[in-house]
Each structure stands twice: as structure tokens, then as C-alpha cells.
């Protein structure tokens, strides 16, 4: 797949089991200032509301936000999916959150957040699946990539739980299986790009 | 969103619906436009139509609207969902506005009665559900009659449980509710002081003196003007000194609750009449 990185308006990463270690190595080495808005959509417990954002914002150059409805995505900011909430992504750049029924079980849906992404931005997408237990975010990546966005999968045989990488691989074809370092880089050169 | 991850109807099929239900629904221009495009979507999913004509020719059978409403509102998702809000609730707010005479409290948009329950309840467990008058807004006759009924699925018992035991109220909510095979049912005494009105907008309800409103999650699917108009409609109804509750991560945006209201608990989203 021919990858232009300057095409990129938007990362959005999706995550269960296994996945905070990757997302707090990431947010670790992400420079401040970095050029595209980054959303994380996390399974978690939906009454556990307070420690996530202050966690990831003490490890974070940049400002970690759980955003609100029609908060508008800006770059240099990184958007946690709020509990309980689905998150979708607007075609004008800002967010919708949504109380709707549970997809795959669970509210937010990495499927929900990636689906809206690629249906509003088409290909200046980049989605990322990272390690988890279930199929979640497998559809919605399939959707990135029908939409010509690039789709990145954590390496299933690095993950702690392979589940959802396995399935994402299964369902989608991704433009790249990266290991946790790979991800990283590849993420710091597009944002490079587009300075 | 059901097992359908996100789908949407085009702008063109959406104003389409729009003009054929401008007298059929009246209210639906209310909604933001990408919630209607989604959610019709998910209606047509629900109601095993994938052709647009097909949906388009369906909404001429007698039972379309009240079928179509029936899956094109979103339920309030838990009783005491947010259970961090239910204790300010109980703790805080409902004492204060019991000094209100009279004291009113409105549930603008009730869906599925858990938000009502779940108020009632804490009511009932202050011993002042009867020194207050509940009204309650909701959008058609069945909605009001399925929440008469008092009854709700026995899967939704765990989350009951579970988030009221989150507000550390200390009461044993089982006293409120018997359990059926597949259903809990609670107590309808309860629903002796509330009083339903068939609505399908919150502008078409005046209830006059309001001390307390509850309207969580509502502005969420509301065009961003809709929601300027809802909050100035809300404030002129209400009790100087009222207060309105509402979802967590909404009405950020919407100028008018800065100016009419002041954020009496942020963490709550709970604001107070200025």
C-alpha cells in the first residue's frame, strides 16, 4: 500500500486486556505539541470514572482529555473514550458522544469509534488495534481500510492477550503488523511529516 | 447501536425522511443530524428493512409511528447510572429543594423509567416522596404505559444492585422491587405522586414552579441550537434557586447554561438557577 503519512488527520487506537502498557509506552514517547489529535477508546469498568485521564495525563507531554460532546478535535491533544459512553467522530472534526446500546457488549466500542472515523474522514484515517480479549474494533478497522485509511495491528504473537489483534488480522488484512516500538515510530514519523 | 457497529443514512435520505414525517413527527427536527442519520439506520436494522423504498413506503402503515418511536428513542441505559451523581442527589440536592414550596421536580424526556425509579427510590428512602409532585415528559402513550408497569427485564437487577451499592446509600434496594421469573417489578405505590405527560417536545410542557430538574443524556442527540433553546425553556419553567441535573459529559458547549445557570457541582454536572 502506497502510504503518503502527510494524509493523515486523525489516530485512533483501540485496546482491552493488555493494552495500558502499550498506550503508557506511547503517550510516553510522544513529543509534546505532537501534529494529529489522537483518540484512545479502552474497555474499562464503566463506574470507575476518576484515575484514567490523571493517570495518562501525569505520563503525557501532551494534554490528555476526556472529551465532551461537541468538543472539536484539535492536535496536541490526546482524547480518552469517557466510561460509559460510545464516541464518535464527526465528518467536521468534533465529537459526538452518545449513550446508545452497548455494541459487542460494551459502551465505548472501539467498532463505534473506528466505524465514525472512517465513515467522516475516509482515508486520513489511521486506526491501530492493540491487545485484548475480544473482537472488538475488528469491524471498524475492516472499515478504515475500505475507506483507504492506513490499519496498523499490535503484533499478535507480542500482545499480552492475542485475541483482538487475531481477529483484526482476520477480519481486515492491515496495511502493517508492528510490534509495540514499531507502532511508536511509525506514529512520531507521521506526525513528522506534517510539519 | 445494537450488533450494528455504525451505519448511517445519507443527508439526502435524511432530509427525505424529514420532509415525509414533517407532520408525522414534528419534533424530529430537533435532533442533531447525525444522531438522525444513525439512528434511522439502526431503526431500519431493528425493523429488518435494508431497502430505503421500502422503509420510505413503510412509514405510510398505520403503526409506523408509534413502531418507529418506540426504537428510534434511546433508553436511559441503568437505574442509578452514575452512581457519584445519585449520592450528591441524595446527600445534598434533595434536601434542599424539599425547601421549596412547592416542591416539583421534571423529568423532561423519560424513556424508560430507570431515572425515575431509581429518584422515587431515594425519595421513598428519605420518607418524602409524597411532599413531592414528579412530573414526568415522555414522548407517546406506550412509553408511559410500559413505565406504569413497573417492570424491567431481570438482567437489569444486577445493575441495579451493583450501582446503588456504588452510592453507599445505606438501604437494601431489594425492598423496593419482587422479583418475577424473567422480570423485577417495583413497588407502583411509588408512582403515587408522579404525574405523565404525552409530549413529544419539551417545549410543548410548562410545569410551573420547578424546583428540580433531572435531564440527563438528552442534549446529547439535540442540534447544538436545539440545545441552547431547551436550557432557556428549562430555566424559565424553573423555582428561583432550582436545580438541573444534567448527563456528565454534556452542555458544555451551550452558552446560555454560563449565563443562567452557575455550576454548583462540577463533577456532577449539577447547576443551580442564578
Redesign the interface.
Known sequence: MDIKKSQYKLIVIGGSAGSFSVVTALLKQIPKKFEIPIIICMHRLKHVRSGFEETLSLISKNMVTEPFHNDVLEKGKIYIAPANYHLIVEPEMTISLSTEELVNYTRPSIDVLFSSAAHSLKSSVIGIILSGANKDGARGLAQIHEMGGCTIVQDPTEAQVSTMPLTAIEQCKPTFVFKQNQIIDFIIDVSKTRR | ????????ISAYQRQEFLEKCRYLFPEMNMY?H??IE??IA?VMEQMNIMDWEKFMESMNDSEFPENFMAKFI?P??EFF????VWKVLYHTILPKILMFDPCVIWIPDCTSGKELFSLLILLEIMGVRKRVSVIVGCKSKPIIKNIQKASYPLHTEMILQ??FK?TAIPFDIGDFYHKNVNSIVFQKHLLETVTFVESSSILSQNPPNVSFVLYR?T???VS?KNQHTFIAHIYKNMQYGGYLAL???????VFEIKTLFSLEYPDELIYRKK
Request: net charge positive; glycine share 8%; charged share 25%.
Open positions: 447501536m445494537g450488533n450494528i457497529i455504525y451505519t448511517k442533531a447525525s444522531f444513525r439512528r439502526y434511546v436511559a441505559t447510572r452514575d452512581s457519584e451493583s450501582n456504588a443524556n442534549l446529547l442527540y447544538l448527563g456528565l459529559k454534556e452542555g458544555k458547549s
